[in-house]
Structures are given as structure tokens and as C-alpha cells.
């Protein structure tokens, strides 16, 4: 295989890795978030509500207090 070869497959390969990396880490702490808000609203008496978008890692939250 030529160098340029080589170097055009390290770069597509790293590239998706950091991809891959990237959206793991948005989804971490996109979970941490969550939870720490779910936990504040049941605190408060109120239930969570919590929409999420699983292909563009998007969510909604909301929290509904009766009363």
C-alpha cells in the first residue's frame, strides 16, 4: 500500500473514533444531567418528565408538582 494510503485510512480511522468518543461523552453527562434533575424534582414532590430524541441525542425535561 502507498504512504498516502496509509495516512488517508490512520486519518478516517481516528476520525470516526473521535467521533464515537465525542457522542459518548455527550450521552454521559446528557444521563448525569437527567439525573440529577429527576432527583431535584422528586425532592420537591413532583413527578419528572423527560423526552428524549435518540438519534440527535436531544432531550426535554420537565417537572410537574401537584398542588
Known amino acids: 500500500m502507498k504512504t498516502r494510503t ?8 481516528l476520525s470516526f ?3 464515537i ?3 459518548g461523552t455527550q450521552s454521559y ?4 444531567e437527567i439525573n440529577l434533575a429527576s432527583d431535584r424534582c422528586y425532592e420537591i414532590g ?3 418528565i ?6 440527535t ?3 426535554s425535561f420537565s ?5
Not at 423527560?50 to 438519534?55: C, I, N, R, S
Not at 417537572?63 to 398542588?67: A, L
Request: hydrophobic content about 45%; glycine content about 8%.
Open 63 to 67: 417537572c410537574n408538582v401537584d398542588g
Open 17 to 19: 473514533l473521535m467521533v
Open 50 to 55: 423527560v423526552e428524549k430524541d435518540f438519534l
Open 57 to 59: 441525542s436531544n432531550y
Open 21 to 23: 468518543f465525542l457522542y
Open 46 to 48: 413532583g413527578t419528572p
Open 6 to 13: 496509509k495516512v488517508l485510512i490512520a486519518i478516517g480511522t
Open 29 to 32: 453527562f446528557n444521563y448525569k
